[in-house]
């Protein structure tokens, strides 16, 4: 786990975030601190260790699948940014 | 309206108020405090008055006003998790599980509470929408994420609060405004209906002017839930009968890695007078360790972000939210209307969390900080075998002025260190208030924290009230 640079742009654009060019100087520096900061953790022999995912692990939890009521068509679709009809606008996907 | 839960509960049962009289009373000091505190983001007069209507103060919190954080949805009302991306453009469709258990049980929810956007921050400075102050000295932060909620109970705008704790999010602001907070155990509440930071650590909790109240809203939240498979199957006692059980006996442990150099000395006087006052109600008191404190913070920072990474995935201009009006294919759509919801603590934190997942670095860090977090985890277990609790600060340190921080997130995230373990191993833990330290003339309060292990909330709050009915500090009040 050696000091990696986190490249910035390259993440934003993996991350759908749009960012200007003062916003990635910026996020640079202090990524780069808080990074450096995380690598403390290399210094930890970790083999063998199995990771946890939930404090407490449960699994397989299960409910009878029992239709109920849900909020319907309206609801769903009222804090859409643009409606077409019964269904969420969004700029063409296929030429 | 400077009523404890317990209070006004009493007074609605013997008729010395009623619960419209009560909500008018929440409105009117909202009315009068929060021009300068900024607690509330927004407060639905006529439902709350609608409720007040037809509450039945026979339930268990029936008639009882409660300020919501704004991450907690309540149907009908707006909710944007204090972001840009959600503000003015969301009203949440149903009621989140905890909103329906406290309806059900007759309490009644009043008030959208300021937070850190998406619960991301210690202060409540990253808040999208508004800026709120701490009552004790209205140029300092309140703490965060849930400091609106804590805030508003402190100033006695609110009878009792929601909140949510990721890292500390209750506990903390609770220290620094002079509240209880309680952040129940890793599954012990249902979080259907909260919008998620970082699914393996949240929970939501309540922030109360007692212990005795916070067990009479856990009693009431607690539980599982057919919509929330983490929410576990295990029985909720009797809460408000463990209070009344006294500590004698009881192991307290403290933990030689928190009781350090870089503690406010005023706190760790308060704090190490708590716990000779614990000692003298029969409490024993037994030096702990826990190894791999030092690794907590980094392991929390890669976890958190790694998690709302893919969490605020869904925040993409589709469905709800905020969509940006100068992109002309779907891909820019996401890029810009992400750049301009999300406020720049959020953006940092998606990209650190994209990072620690991507393509050859997920082992480096992801990986391996949920490998540390297991040895985070055995830590506890083993101290747990020793020790009923854990007694330590809540804070290093008392509330800091707005602004001080805001250009330097490590330091910030530094100063989570007592409060991010819970998270981190499942734990519950409340803070309650243990005195004051004077800075600049002004009287600033400090949380005691106890943590306990998993589902005993029990015997942590058996500790606090114990503690609270012996010094009163819980009494105090902002002046």
């Known amino acids: 786990m050696s000091a990696q640079k986190l490249d910035v742009a390259h993440i934003a654009n993996l991350a759908r975030l749009d960012l200007n060019e003062e916003e990635i100087a910026t996020f640079q520096s202090q990524l780069d601190k808080i990074l450096a900061y995380v690598e403390k953790l290399s210094g930890l022999d970790v083999e063998g260790i199995e990771p946890t995912a939930h404090a407490i692990p449960v699994f397989d939890v299960m409910r009878d699948d029992v239709a109920r009521p849900g909020f319907g068509l309206e609801k769903a679709l009222r804090n859409a940014p643009r409606r077409v009809g019964d269904q969420f606008g969004v700029p063409k996907v296929i030429e | ?479």
Not at chain 2, 9 to 25: F, K, W
Not at chain 2, 214 to 238: H, M, N, R
């Open chain 2, 1 to 479: 309206m400077q009523l404890t839960l317990t209070e006004a509960q009493n007074d609605l049962r013997s008729g010395a108020l009623s619960p419209r009289e009560l909500v008018l009373g929440i409105l009117d000091a909202a009315n009068r405090l929060d021009g300068e505190i900024g607690g509330y983001l927004s407060i639905q007069r006529d439902a709350a008055l609608a409720a007040a209507e037809t509450a039945d103060v026979s339930l268990p919190l029936g008639g009882i006003p409660i300020a919501i954080k704004d991450a907690i949805i309540v149907e009908d009302e707006p909710c944007a998790a204090a972001s840009k991306i959600l503000a003015g453009k969301y009203i949440a469709p149903y009621d989140a599980s905890v909103i329906s258990k406290l309806r059900a049980a007759g309490a009644i929810p009043l008030g959208r509470a300021n937070m850190d956007e998406f619960a991301m921050g210690s202060s409540t400075e990253n808040s999208g929408l508004q800026v709120t102050r701490n009552p004790w000295d209205t140029t300092r932060i309140p703490g965060g994420s849930s400091g609106g909620s804590a805030a508003v109970v402190a100033a006695d705008e609110a009878i009792a609060a929601l909140g949510s704790d990721t890292g500390g999010s209750i506990r903390q602001p609770a220290a620094l405004c002079g509240c209880v907070g309680l952040k129940p155990s890793y599954g012990r509440v249902s979080r259907y209906g909260l919008i998620a930071f970082a699914s393996s650590l949240d929970q939501i909790g309540p922030i109360t002017k007692s212990s005795e109240d916070a067990a009479k809203i856990l009693q009431v939240i607690a539980g599982p839930d057919p919509q929330d498979s983490t929410a576990l199957e295990a029985p909720v006692p009797d809460l408000s009968a463990e209070l009344e059980q006294g500590v004698k006996g009881l192991r307290i442990g403290l933990p030689k890695e928190y009781f350090i150099d870089g503690i406010d000395p005023d706190i760790r006087d308060r704090v190490d007078a708590a716990v000779k006052e614990l000692e003298a109600q029969g409490a024993e008191i037994h030096e702990i360790s826990l190894p791999h404190t030092e690794y907590a913070i980094a392991t929390y920072y890669i976890i958190a972000t790694a998690e709302a990474s893919a969490n605020l995935a869904r925040f993409d201009g589709v469905r709800y939210g905020h969509r940006s009006d100068k992109a002309d294919n779907l891909i820019d759509q996401y890029r810009r209307s992400r750049e301009e919801g999300f406020g720049d603590e959020v953006k940092r934190r998606i990209i650190l969390g994209t990072y620690v997942l991507s393509s050859g670095y997920y082992d480096q860090y992801y990986n391996r900080a949920q490998k540390v977090r297991t040895l985070i985890r055995k830590d506890f277990t083993d101290a747990f075998e020793k020790v009923d609790a854990i007694v330590c600060p809540t804070t290093p340190h008392p509330a800091f002025k707005l602004g001080e921080m805001a250009d330097d997130p490590l330091q910030m995230y530094l100063a989570d260190i007592f409060t991010i373990a819970a998270n981190l191993a499942g734990l519950c833990g409340i803070s309650t208030p243990c005195g004051t330290v004077n800075r600049e003339g002004k009287e600033l309060p400090v949380g005691l924290q106890i943590l306990g292990k998993p589902l005993d909330e029990g015997t942590i709050l058996r500790l606090s009230h114990s503690y609270e009915q012996a010094t009163g500090f819980h009494k105090a009040r902002p002046v």
